[in-house]
């Protein structure tokens, strides 16, 4: 097993922090949590007593990880929302690089029953949904110009009807008219149906086909917001002017340290 000196070094060689932090094995078992994060301490602590494989203890260390990371991106801070959806699309964008750098291995790639159910329920399910709500769309579309014609009210046929939420209703037109891809199943065909920018949604319809979490499509589009140079880096003088300032602190604690071990 490996030991937490070098479950660091693997961490931070899935990607560096800016923010120094601790990784300490309690020595314990728990049967509560593999792991946690304190921001505060800026520590990770893994009860390494929990796992008798290291790949198995490293997706626990780069799940504490994430944390440490999105807590850098907020001035070493984290909301009572822990596990937010931008924690997620952390984390999975951690667990990609650690399998491209090939530091944590991929379980399901190993297994040929998981893989195959996943393409059954796609196709079979997600797919099948999709193409399904997709479809209403245009019979939804039809009764709109119907209604329009007949001069009646295309949401009052919705409600007394069909009896169906006016929103489902818009989402399956939506669909329809900007030809969404039903293999990413009805959910994110409903997510993608609310992107107004054309390219926006081509992009995230893109990289949920290739495989993308929900989560990470959505962090995406939101930094896409962020990509002003001057926006930029007035952040990143911020978050370096923070990173100064904790290392002056933590500075000074060491200097302190030092000056007592010489009385």
């Known amino acids: 097993m490996m030991n937490q000196d070098q479950v660091k070094v693997k961490l931070l060689a899935v990607e560096d922090a800016p ?21 505060e301490s800026r520590e990770i602590i893994i009860h390494n007593r929990n796992f008798t494989d290291d790949n198995l203890l490293l997706y626990t260390a780069l ?50 029953e998981l893989t195959e159910l996943a393409g059954f329920i796609r196709k079979n399910y997600l797919e099948e ?42 989402m399956a037109i ?3 008219q900007y030809d969404l891809d039903p293999r990413v199943g009805a959910d994110n065909m409903r997510f993608l149906a609310g992107i107004r920018n054309d ?38 003088k911020q978050r370096l002017e923070r990173t100064i300032a904790s290392l002056n602190r933590r500075l000074e604690e060491v200097n302190r340290e030092l000056e007592g071990m010489d009385h």
Request: proline share 3%.
């Open 129 to 170: 949904n999709g193409s399904l709500v997709k479809e209403m769309g245009k019979h939804l579309l039809r009764a709109h110009e119907l209604c329009t014609a007949a001069g009646a009210r295309f949401e009052d046929y919705v409600d007394r009807l069909l009896c169906i939420p006016r929103v489902a209703a818009d």
């Open 199 to 236: 390219d926006d949604r081509i992009n995230a319809e893109q990289a949920l086909v290739k495989g993308k979490s929900p989560d990470m499509v959505r962090s995406g589009l939101r930094d896409k917001g962020e990509e002003d140079p001057q926006l930029r880096l007035g952040k990143e």
């Open 63 to 112: 799940h504490e990880y994430a944390h440490h990371l999105h807590a850098c991106r907020r001035g070493g801070k984290l909301s009572s929302r822990a596990h937010s959806a931008e924690f997620w699309a952390i984390f999975h964008g951690l667990l990609e690089l650690a399998e491209k750098k090939k530091i944590y291995r991929d379980v399901f790639a190993n297994s040929t």
């Open 174 to 176: 939506k669909m329809y």
């Open 19 to 39: 923010l120094d932090f601790s990784l300490i094995f309690s020595g314990k078992q728990s049967r509560k949590v593999n792991g946690l994060y304190k921001p």
